[in-house]
């Protein structure tokens, strides 16, 4: 695992702080916020991915790093470039998943907002499941197979954005849907009934404090749409898939907010005790509400989700917290800037 004091030792050298990272997922929020905070933008590109940003003026990053893949990332050669730019990366899910958590922890030498070691806890689902239990948040209940008394979501480990998902009652239904390489990476959790909604929170170090920045709900093929054919149950779970497609933005009630707050507040003191310093930044977590009101968290997002795309010029909440249009990418932006005029840019890099 790269040293704190090592990432440390490069920041000493930066003058100009550059805000960098690759262009996918939120990519355009955080090239945009950052530019609305004064900094430089560096966009480290495929050149697929470049008409999508050369499109839209104002997130376009004000340098191209052009790759062939995004392995490059992790040439030393590169990064020495990012380093000589005065990089300092925003992690997105795309930036983790091209570049992968591992090398992320152990080869890329380069400043990066957040904590680092929340990698190894939202990507290893036991410490995941310890992190949401030690903040007192209601989880799922998880089965073994020849425990299964009640509808249950198989899930399969690192299977992105929902894939190859599928529902079953019983041991003898699972057998029969798993395919036996699968089986012990098979992952067995309550189905929860009820709503689903993915609050955006940021931690702020430098104010010391909790955001609640807004709540969007993902859109996924073809879950969300097969109520229109009139399926029996037996026929949606066969046919039922949960990728995402999208996000929808949302409000809740108000009197459902003290709880998504406090659940925000847990998670990040539950980081502090558990991997200190914590969840720092943007994080969201995964809930369905329950119709006793109840918010059940099935997962954490450790960083910047693009359900956070719905409010570039920000939500029907971060307006009550900032003066003006705050985005969670801006948000970004903002906390290292806070945190380099306290002279306090380590607590926020790593
Ligand atoms: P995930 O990959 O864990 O984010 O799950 C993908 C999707 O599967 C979610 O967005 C939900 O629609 C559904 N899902 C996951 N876990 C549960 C659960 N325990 N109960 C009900 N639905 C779930």
């Known amino acids: 695992m790269i040293s704190r004091e090592e990432i440390k030792g490069f920041l000493t050298d ?17 090239f945009f916020g950052a ?20 499109s839209f003026q104002l997130a376009k990053p004000d340098e191209y790093l052009m790759v062939e893949d995004y392995s490059q990332v992790l040439d030393e050669k590169f990064q020495e470039k990012l380093r000589e730019k005065n990089a300092i990366i925003v992690p997105h899910g795309s930036f983790v998943e091209y570049v992968g958590p591992k ?34 948040l209601e989880i799922p209940r998880e089965f ?21 998902f599928f529902l079953a009652s019983s041991k003898e239904e699972f057998e029969k849907k798993t395919r036996d390489g699968d089986k012990n990476s098979a992952f067995i959790q309550e189905y ?14 430098v104010l010391n404090r909790v ?23 037996e026929e949606i779970e066969r046919l039922g898939s949960y990728v ?55 997962e954490i997002s450790a960083r910047i989700v693009a359900g956070t795309n719905l409010y570039p010029m920000g939500s029907p909440y971060s307006c009550y917290l900032f003066g003006e249009p705050m985005s969670a990418g801006r948000r ?10 306290k002279n306090e840019l380590e607590k926020v890099i790593y």
């Open 14 to 30: 930066y003058k100009k702080i550059a805000i960098a990272t690759i262009c996918s997922h939120s990519a355009l929020q955080i």
């Open 35 to 54: 530019r609305q905070e004064g900094f430089k933008t560096l966009g480290i590109c495929k050149p697929d991915a470049r008409k999508v940003y050369d």
């Open 103 to 136: 090398n992320i922890e152990e080869k890329f030498l380069v400043p990066m907002f957040g904590n680092r070691r929340v990698l190894e806890w939202e990507g290893d689902r036991h410490k995941e499941k310890r992190w949401l239990q030690h903040a007192n």
């Open 144 to 164: 073994a197979p020849d425990e299964m008394d009640r509808l249950c979501i198989v899930k399969f480990h690192g299977a992105k954005g929902g894939k190859n």
């Open 192 to 205: 929860v009934v009820g709503l689903r909604y993915y609050p955006h929170y940021f931690y702020s170090p």
């Open 211 to 233: 955001e609640f920045l807004g709540i969007d709900r993902r859109d996924e093929s073809n879950i969300d749409s097969l109520n229109r054919l009139g399926l029996t149950r």
């Open 244 to 298: 995402v497609t999208g996000n929808i933005p949302l409000v809740v009630r108000e009197s459902l907010l003290p709880q998504l707050i406090e659940m925000g507040q847990k998670t990040v003191k539950s980081s502090l005790e558990l991997f200190p310093p914590g969840m720092i930044g943007p994080f969201c977590l995964e809930t369905i509400c329950r119709d006793d009101l109840k918010f059940v968290t099935f």
């Open 332 to 341: 970004v932006s903002r906390e290292i800037q806070l945190a380099k005029e």
